[in-house]
């Protein structure tokens, strides 16, 4: 029972460069979420995905792409990176229906922007 | 609006002491789910417990209960004996019509 997976664990990069932080879910659930933590910001949604083909922004969406073309799947792009993108990003999935419901997280992508 | 206020940025006891994270949230919906998750060192965000509006009944695990107020808008979370295994950062978060909202967590020190 895998759940819900996050590759990389850990990534240092540049800035400018485009990075893909891809997020895997075995459960099947509809609703997916990508936050990212930092200090004194606490949990901050970046995107979320109602079902395929379906996304939505959230909270701090610039400068974040999100895709969803299989319910398993929600990977999230910085296309240039920027230092201020340095953090720890979840991915989430909800057993529920809507956007309010129990979410489950993955284990977390730290992101070191240079 | 959805806002949730944990107003204990931090909170140290000694192994055996019981201890209470606060937690007061603001929403506009009659039906709202509370929730309490764990963020150990590890890094991990890990869900605890969920309550319903309409379910004001206290919840008790183990150690762990929560005693949830509707009247003053509270979800208050206890730790009873804490353990050293009891550190960690816990977020209290309100969700429902709307997206899960999170407070910005109490980190929680248990020391030996």
């Known amino acids: 029972d895998a759940g819900i997976t996050q590759s990389p664990r850990y990534k240092i990069t540049e800035t400018g460069r485009q990075v893909t932080l891809m997020c895997h879910q075995t459960?099947?659930?509809?609703?997916m979420f990508w936050y990212r933590q930092d200090l004194g910001h606490g949990l901050r949604l970046i995107y979320y995905s109602a079902a395929a083909d379906i996304t939505d922004k959230g909270e701090v969406p610039d400068g974040y792409v999100v895709s969803r073309s299989k319910t398993e799947n929600f990977p999230l792009t910085l296309e240039s990176a920027t230092r201020s993108q340095t953090s720890v990003y979840f991915c989430a999935s909800s057993v529920g229906t809507g956007k309010g419901e129990t979410q489950y997280f993955g284990p977390g992508t730290r992101l070191l922007v240079l | 609006a959805q806002k949730v206020t944990q107003a204990q940025t931090e909170i140290s006891v000694v192994e055996k002491e019981d201890v209470t994270l606060d937690c007061v949230y603001e929403?506009?919906?009659?039906?709202?789910?509370l929730f309490w998750y764990k963020q150990p060192p590890s890094g991990e965000l890990v869900f605890l417990i969920r309550?319903?509006?309409?379910?004001?009944q206290n919840e008790i695990s183990g150690r762990y209960s929560w005693n949830f107020q509707k009247s003053t808008s509270s979800f208050n979370f206890t730790i009873t004996a804490s353990q050293v295994v009891d550190s960690a950062v816990y977020f209290c978060?309100?969700?429902?019509?709307?997206?899960?909202?999170f407070g910005k967590g109490t980190k929680l020190t248990v020391n030996p």
């Open positions: 978060a309100q969700g429902g019509s709307e997206k899960l909202v």
């Open positions: 929403t506009r919906d009659t039906t709202y789910y």
């Open positions: 459960w099947s659930h509809s609703y």
């Open positions: 309550r319903n509006s309409f379910d004001e």
